[in-house]
């Protein structure tokens, strides 16, 4: 009998510290052994010229998002999951929503339900809209009891804004629970008084989303962030960064010793104004918030990535079809404005649905832009997509590692494959990629979710259902520091 269902052979490994030769030895779903010459196992995969690195983690996507106005996000579990998987994502955390005037328990139910279709492993980020006493006090702790320990608050859009009394009662409740809370840094007020002046002016491109909201509103609310974190001394990760602007402002927050982390995504590492000016409308493929910048900040971003500002690179994935969502005013809570159209149907830049979708190029683009180009090393790219997200959110020594004892969760990459991006060719439910043609070297062929081939040549083998939901316990980087002005911990009384 061998002592392996599985073995990964010959390959080059990538882990978050080193690249080395080895084999890996894969017995009930977790890493056994890591070693040359190991024995035979039940089933070979061989991985000679292969890099193999652990499974990715998209701590950042938006999967069949449930609407107040009983709205559902296009991109099914079924569907979002098996783009995850085919570009090298084999667990994610997307988000259990809060309407404003309702608790938690009005959606939670129904979309964990829906989440069990997943073919990747999954857990949640809880949106809070609405911190009642009986959410913090009661809702809360029973959720965080459940194993799901991150929040995400919004410091823009109008069904999802809180104030900066609400945001301090969240990281206070946070503090106390030993959760984690992430944040979308934007000044509302900002972007409202932009809006309206753009709106007098006749100014309604998708090109306009950018103007309506430029770096110094994302580099005010993320400095008020972290302001706010530490008068509560709770750890936070900023959202999607989009700029230099704000990344200085966590460079220099993390100088002071502030628990204060900053995730950015390929958008912002490739994409820029030209994106939001495409013929027929194409920009709308392009909004999101925070906004793409002017050329030149993406390299900008790429150097807050290489001097570890920026630690996470997540796809914030959003299921806005072209056709149906993003040419339709006013569909979705992730916009600013009202269901306002032109003349021709189009909607006005601040009623289209904000988001892209990227949960199945995100490795990818960013193995190619990153590792192919040589911006970042192998175990940079590992530490970006899978290593750093496990330390954050409670995952570390289960997902995004090579060690043993870890889920057999392993992407083998051809290094030297070259590929152009098609929609065509993606397995999201949406009808457009924002990287439509783009020329990728380096691609993800085979992907082993738990010891199982759940993508072989591109083919998602996957069942629906065959995710699991992964609880977090506590964990040490979600600690506060133990340091409040004046020694006094407002939190705790
Ligand atoms: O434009 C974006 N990012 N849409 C998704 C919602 C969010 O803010 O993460
Ligand atoms: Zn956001
Ligand atoms: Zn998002």
């Known amino acids: 009998m061998s002592d392996y269902d599985l073995v990964i052979r010959g390959g080059t490994l990538a882990s978050a510290a080193e690249v080395f030769e080895a084999d890996i030895g894969i017995k009930d779903g977790v890493i056994a052994a890591l070693g040359r010459n190991l024995p035979r196992g039940v089933e070979e995969i061989p991985a000679k010229g292969m890099v193999v690195t652990p499974g990715g983690i998209d701590s950042h996507c938006h999967i069949e998002e449930l609407g107040q106005d009983g709205s559902v996000q296009e991109e099914s579990f079924a569907s979002g999951s098996a783009a995850a998987l085919a ?35 999954y857990s949640f980020h809880q949106i809070i809209t609405d911190p009642t006493p009986d959410v913090l006090r009661r809702e809360l702790p029973a959720l965080v009891a459940r194993g799901i320990r991150s929040f995400k608050v919004f410091l823009t859009y109008d069904p999802l804004r809180l104030t900066d009394r609400e945001f301090i009662e969240v990281l206070a409740a946070a503090r106390r629970l030993g959760a984690f809370v992430t944040v979308h840094c934007e000044n509302y007020d900002a972007i409202g008084w932009r809006i309206e002046a753009l709106l007098r002016a006749g100014l309604t491109d998708p090109l306009q989303h950018a103007w309506s909201r430029p770096p110094v509103v994302e580099r005010e609310a993320t400095h008020r962030a972290i302001a706010l974190a530490e008068l509560v001394d709770q750890p936070i990760q900023v959202f999607h960064v989009s700029c230099e602007e704000a990344a200085a402002e966590i460079a220099a927050a993390r100088a002071r010793g502030l628990k204060v982390w900053g995730e950015t995504c390929p958008q912002y590492l490739t994409l820029s104004h030209a994106d939001l000016q495409g013929a027929d409308f194409a920009g709308a493929k392009a909004v999101c ?70 949960i199945e190029t995100r490795m990818p683009v960013l193995f190619s832009e990153g590792v192919s180009k040589g911006r970042i090393d192998l175990p940079t790219f590992v530490r970006l997509t899978s290593a750093n997200a496990a330390k954050l959110f409670g995952l570390q020594g289960r997902k995004g590692s090579l060690m043993p004892g870890a889920d057999a969760d392993l992407v083998l990459w051809d290094p030297d494959a070259e590929r152009t991006i098609r929609n065509a060719a993606l397995h999201h439910a949406i009808d457009y990629t924002p990287w439509e043609g783009m020329a990728v070297k380096g691609w993800p062929g085979t992907t082993i979710r738990r010891g199982e081939v759940a993508v072989r040549d591109g083919e998602v083998l996957a069942p629906p259902g065959s995710g699991r939901f992964l609880p977090r316990g506590p964990y040490a980087l979600a600690r506060p520091r133990g340091v409040v002005p004046d020694g006094f911990d407002a939190a705790s009384v």
């Open 87 to 121: 570009g090298g994502t084999t667990s994610f955390i997307c988000f259990l929503p809060q309407w404003k005037g309702h608790g938690l328990a009005d959606s939670a139910p129904g979309y964990e339900a829906r989440a069990a279709a997943s073919r990747a492993d």
């Open 289 to 358: 918030s925070p906004a793409l910048r002017e050329a030149g900040e993406n390299e900008r971003v790429w150097k807050r990535i290489q001097d570890g500002t920026l630690d996470v690179v997540t796809s914030d994935h959003c299921g806005f079809s072209f056709a149906t969502q993003k040419k339709v005013a006013g569909s979705s809570a992730y916009g600013t404005g009202t269901a306002a159209s032109r003349p021709d149907g189009t909607p006005v830049f601040n009623a289209i649905p904000n988001g892209v979708p990227g």
